[in-house]
């Protein structure tokens, strides 16, 4: 397909080790992705930048590989215009609350502080890049995310859920217990906020279809962009984790590119133009 504008998740996806869009996987130096980039531009495709990071950091990263937008906080915050006219999702947060942010409110009710303590070792913030989210709560551990919804339910705050953003590496300064599996970056968030419900937004007011769209990320909650898009595509790291293999079965538009991190990132964006 011809696409008119690419979505794309950042890290993992688009940026490799350590945030570094100049190294493949294996920390070899590459400029493959810089390549597909200039493509890209030249081809007259809108870039937009859909990530778990903040809004200021997205539109950071956004003016340095000149995209045309912003998703930010896995998709709670839509930016365009430089980054100075955004729309804000408000998902499940109950009306009630009327303009204050689900951290505000996930804060009075002391979710976070309740769901850490229910799990010692195998969850806490994932600290210092938490601080300064509004919507999400940003943890990072080793939890089963339909136990903690089922939990949610259980104490009346069914409106929130965890998402899992993907694979990290451990850490000693982390405060996690010793465990051979990756710990996990998740965001506890209100429900109906998603990567996905952004870009079918950011579409509209573009007067575009899905058709005129494709999306690239690496993890579990990337899923929630086809829908959205004509194609979307996984690249090999993220197709590889433990149990992507049966989710990516049941998305009948998803791809899996060859390249791990910022070389399947590149061809799939070649593929897209």
């Known amino acids: 397909m011809s696409a008119r504008v690419v979505y794309t998740d950042l890290d993992g996806t688009m940026v ?8 493949t996987a294996g920390r070899e130096l590459t400029d493959g992705p810089a390549g597909a980039l200039l493509d890209l531009h030249r081809a007259g495709a809108a870039l ?6 903040t809004y200021e950091q997205v539109v950071e990263a956004a003016r340095i590989f000149a995209a045309d937008g912003a998703i930010a906080e896995l998709g709670a915050t839509i930016g365009w215009g430089s980054g100075r006219t955004t729309h804000r999702l408000r998902g499940a947060l109950p009306p009630e609350y009327g303009d204050r942010t689900p951290m505000d409110v996930m804060a009075e009710l002391g979710v976070v502080e309740d ?3 229910a799990h010692p070792g195998r ?13 999400d709560a940003l943890l990072r551990g080793r939890v089963d995310p339909l136990a903690v919804d089922a939990w949610l339910a259980e104490r009346g705050t069914g409106w929130l859920t965890l998402k899992d953003n993907g694979a990290i590496p451990a850490a000693s300064w982390m405060g996690l217990a010793d465990d051979a599996a990756p710990p996990r970056v998740y965001h506890l968030m209100p429900r109906g906020i998603s990567k996905g419900a952004a870009i079918a937004w950011d579409l509209e007011r573009r007067g575009l279809s899905p058709a005129d769209a494709v999306a690239i990320g690496d993890s579990v909650s990337d899923l929630d962009m086809a829908p959205a898009v004509g194609r979307l595509w996984i690249t090999a ?3 590889a984790v433990d149990g992507m293999a049966d989710a990516l079965a049941a998305v009948p538009n998803a791809a899996v590119t060859a390249g791990a991190m910022g ?11």
């Open 123 to 135: 969850l806490e913030w994932h600290a210092p890049w938490h601080a300064t989210h509004a919507t």
């Open 263 to 273: 070389e399947g990132w590149a061809q799939a964006v070649r593929q897209s133009l």
């Open 16 to 23: 490799g080790p350590r945030g570094s869009f100049w190294h």
């Open 237 to 239: 790291n993220g197709a």
């Open 115 to 117: 769901l850490v303590a």
């Open 48 to 53: 937009v930048l859909v990530s778990g990071r």
